[in-house]
């Protein structure tokens, strides 16, 4: 048996997590892929990517202090490899490519610029064909804080994947037009008319803290039904309340109302009644896909 360690980055917009897993190879078995480490920062760039355009100084110098954190974890841990990854704010901000250059000059690590579609294949690469039952088509549906990321899996594999600039922390500053709304709205109903059954297969932050409020199992899914209600709940208190008696992070309690939304619409329009919750996300399938593709040796 061989035990090896590797790191995913992801720069979101709404937090920066790093996850370290164990990767274990045992003759005659699958590959396992086990946490080892998990760790979110909340360092929300949505908020000023998307109304100015840009990242602020202070910002950029939280970015590259989280990532020197970071780069201590894993060498401490003794990662192997890594991959690094900003997504929809730093794609968006005009001043994004300069700083992950200067991040790169201050700490020798390198962060890739990926494009949403790439972001929703990366997704669908994790380990969801256990969640996949026969004579059932599944939507994949990653929220994140500037865009959604969903994946049409048939018969098993991944088909169809789109991005949308609908996110959580895009909703809460006005920044989704109806229009938006509704090329989701006739992407999902179009793709969806010619299919007998749909489930939805949630992944992201904010689903995985819906089903763990649900009291279900991690293999029980939610179904739309309970989302509407939970939704129509959490609607009624104020961003203090879910604070307080709900006990959510800060950072969560805004986002969780417009993730809910979001994944209610795409139930809906899909005609999924059911969402399963692997718990599974971005970091997750970059970590498969640097294992089973290669990427940059983790740099000290």
């Not at 001043?95 to 972001?119: A, F, H, K, S, Y």
């Not at 006005?174 to 007998?196: I, P």
């Amino acid at each position: 048996m061989k035990i090896r360690k590797y790191a995913a980055i992801d720069i979101g917009s709404n937090a920066i997590r790093l996850l370290i897993q164990n990767v274990i190879e045992s003759p005659g078995r699958a590959t396992r892929f086990n946490k080892s480490m998990l760790l979110r920062v909340p360092v929300r760039l949505g908020e000023e990517s998307f109304r100015t355009g840009c990242i602020s100084d202070t910002n950029a110098l939280r970015i590259e202090q989280t990532l020197r954190a970071f780069g201590l974890l894993m060498e401490v841990s003794g990662v192997e490899r890594y991959r690094a990854c900003a997504t929809s704010a730093m794609r968006e901000a005009a001043n994004g490519r300069p700083i992950l250059d200067r991040i790169r000059q201050e700490t020798g690590m390198t962060v890739e610029l990926i494009e949403g579609r790439e972001e929703a294949q990366i997704i669908a690469a994790t380990d969801l064909q256990r969640y996949l039952h026969e004579g059932t088509t599944y939507l994949n549906v990653d929220v994140g804080g500037g865009s959604s990321e969903f994946t049409w899996f048939l018969q098993g594999v991944p088909a169809e994947s789109r991005s949308f600039r609908i996110g959580t922390v895009r909703l809460l500053d006005g920044m989704v037009a109806e229009a938006d709304w509704r090329d989701l709205e006739t992407w999902l109903r179009e793709q969806s008319a010619s299919f007998d059954a749909v489930a939805l297969i949630g992944s992201g932050g904010n689903i995985n803290k819906l089903h763990k409020m649900s009291g279900r199992k991690r293999e029980k899914p939610l179904s739309r039904a309970w989302l509407q209600k939970q939704y129509k709940f959490l609607e009624g208190l104020s961003y203090e309340q879910r604070v307080a008696e709900l006990g959510l992070n800060p950072d969560r309690a805004d986002v969780i109302l417009p993730a809910a939304r979001i994944f209610l619409s795409a139930a809906r329009w899909s005609g999924a009644r059911q969402i399963f919750v692997p718990q599974m996300g971005l970091v997750d399938g970059i970590i498969r896909h640097l294992y089973y593709n290669g990427a940059v040796p983790k740099q000290s």
